[in-house]
């Protein structure tokens, strides 16, 4: 079955602008997390979409948004971009089904943004 | 607040050796579950092992072990008999999650195995 798709694989942005990223799940998997990782910060947990609705939040500034549409694909948009926010985006996603076998993280290859 | 610990950020091995990587965690949660990942250079992140909080049964699938102690909060990974293929960032990651999201992550481990 297809993996995690995220689209664009590579994008370059000048401070100030705006972006969004998407990220297509695994067909049947409800849970949809966002990560950022950087040289400095390492891997760090933005937020999770479950059923359309924001389940958990990391501890990022209000740039940082999300949503999940009803088909359990998502979108992180970043606002107001500064260079700081250079990094891979990766998202993941899991059944969800509350027993421990669901608990399964699928990650996509990830979005490079670069912020000039 | 968790936390995970990866105290060796680089290994380098001779192809065939024997490698462990360590991870010592850090939760108030009596229920958390513990992962690692593989992130070869192409950058998504491989799922190799989920462990709970309650199974402290050690695991061996081919060459992978791993071995998890919670009186000592850890979960190390050893590879045996090494390959140039293994090459990669290692994570381990932990969370109370039962979706497994809202995974901490080590700061990762570059493992290199030289032929």
């Known amino acids: 079955k297809a993996g995690v798709t995220q689209t664009p694989r590579y994008l370059i942005k000048t401070r100030g602008q705006q972006v969004t990223l998407s990220c297509s799940p695994i067909s049947g998997h409800r849970s949809v997390s966002w990560y950022q990782q950087t040289p400095g910060q390492g891997l760090q947990f933005l937020f999770e979409?479950?059923?359309?609705?924001?389940?958990n939040k990391g501890n990022f500034p209000g740039r940082f948004s999300g949503r999940q549409f009803s088909n359990s694909r998502s979108e992180m948009n970043v606002s107001t971009l500064e260079l700081g926010d250079s990094a891979l985006y990766l998202c993941?996603?899991?059944?969800?089904?509350?027993?421990?076998?669901?608990?399964?993280?699928?990650f996509g290859q990830g979005t490079r943004l670069t912020v000039v | 607040a968790q936390k995970v610990t990866q105290a060796q950020t680089e290994i380098s091995v001779v192809e065939k050796e024997d490698v462990t990587l360590d991870c010592v965690y850090e939760?108030?949660?009596?229920?958390?579950?513990l992962f690692w990942y593989k992130q070869p250079p192409s950058g998504e992140l491989v799922f190799l092992i989920r462990?709970?909080?309650?199974?402290?049964q050690n695991e061996i699938s081919g060459r992978y072990s791993w071995n998890f102690q919670k009186s000592t909060s850890s979960f190390n990974f050893t590879i045996t008999a090494s390959q140039v293929v293994d090459s990669a960032v290692y994570f381990c990651a932990l969370s109370k999650e039962t979706s497994g999201s809202r995974l901490t992550f080590g700061e990762g481990t570059q493992l290199t195995v030289n032929p």
């Open positions: 993941a996603s899991s059944l969800a089904g509350g027993v421990p076998k669901d608990t399964e993280a699928f």
């Open positions: 462990r709970n909080s309650f199974d402290e």
């Open positions: 939760t108030r949660d009596t229920t958390y579950y």
């Open positions: 979409y479950f059923s359309e609705t924001q389940r």
